[in-house]
């Protein structure tokens, strides 16, 4: 209840009335008596008639969309700042000139089993920075905003694909070399060890939330079978919906914050685990070429940011690719 006051404190009188009285009867969108995940039903999509949430923490139009604020971002110090050495006048190097090569900017996403380390360390280190910097927060606020309508329906896979991006940049922000790997979890039947211990806790619009888990018993993990299954599927209308259930599936087994969608993405579990489901997806489009979803209208936007869904259908053409 605090953080509905909070909310109705900082928006100014008159503004976005409508969304204020939806806000405090269901702050996400998810009643809390609803189970976690739906089943997919893509005849019949969910009408949730929310508006996105006031928030002036957005503050990047690249990473936040129609979210970004309108006003200069409030001034955030790096934590690095006060921490690292400096180096001496005469020591300065002169910058670093880019050229332009995409192939140079190619995310390479791996499997996280073959990741060293080192690539391990960096990449929670990135997700703890940006964390940090309170940037990861406001990405999480967005999927739990149910006007965006990324679940049970045909935009599941192509408002992740662009989600998972926005998530990528934001870790490269902080690390270049960081890129998000794959939890290949049909194959696994486990969780990747070297994330239990890190439970990070994320600050949202409903107030900070700390990761749990409660794995293995609340579901089954979908096999490989069931990924060859879905990926028999010709038409994009009979393999989304059965690629959907199989993510599902794989939020329920690890349970804890990954069962609910206002709180998944606050574990990085959840970035491997939609990266390999849009890895899935990858290689079946390979497989199937020309089968898009079919989406009218706003519906071919994936609200908040301005990319259409013509432009999730080549991995490479948004410089990243699987390995
Ligand atoms: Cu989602």
Redesign the pocket.
């Known amino acids: 209840m605090a953080t509905a006051k909070k909310v109705k404190k900082e928006t100014k009188e008159g503004e976005d009335q409508e969304y204020q009285g939806s806000h405090h009867e269901h702050p996400h969108g998810h009643k809390p008596h609803d189970p976690p995940y739906y089943d997919p039903d893509y005849e019949h999509p969910r009408d949730y008639e929310h508006q996105p949430p006031v928030n002036p923490r957005y503050p990047d139009r690249r990473i936040y969309g129609s979210y970004a604020s309108k006003k200069p971002p409030r001034y955030v110090p790096h934590p690095f700042e006060h921490s690292c050495f400096k180096p001496r006048k005469q020591d300065y190097k002169p910058p670093v000139i880019c050229h332009d090569d995409h192939d140079e900017h190619l995310c390479i996403r791996k499997d996280h089993r073959m990741l060293t380390a080192d690539e391990q360390t960096r990449f929670l280190n990135a997700f703890t920075q940006i964390n940090a910097l309170n940037a990861l927060g406001p990405l999480v606020d967005i999927?739990s905003n149910a006007i965006h309508n990324?679940?049970g329906n045909p935009r599941f896979l192509p408002w992740?694909r662009i989600y998972l991006l926005r998530m990528e940049e934001l870790l490269m922000m902080i690390d270049p070399t960081v890129c998000i790997p794959y939890w290949k979890s049909s194959e696994e039947q486990a969780f990747p060890s070297w994330l239990l211990g890190f439970t990070p806790t994320v600050n949202l619009l409903s107030g900070p939330h700390t990761v749990t888990r409660l794995i293995g018993p609340l579901g089954f993990l979908p096999n490989a079978t069931d990924v060859t299954t879905a990926m028999a599927n010709g038409t994009f209308n009979t393999f989304a919906p059965s690629l959907e259930g199989i993510h599902n599936s794989g939020h329920v087994w690890v349970g804890g914050s990954m069962g609910s969608?206002q709180f998944a993405p606050c574990d990085p579990v959840f970035w491997m685990h939609h990266c390999e489901i849009d890895r899935i997806w990858a290689e079946w489009q390979v497989a199937n070429p020309g089968q898009n979803p079919i989406l009218a209208g706003t519906a071919g936007t994936m609200d908040p940011w301005a990319e259409t869904e013509v432009a999730t259908r080549h991995i490479l053409a948004l410089r990243y690719k699987y390995v």
């Open positions: 999927h990324m679940h992740h969608i």
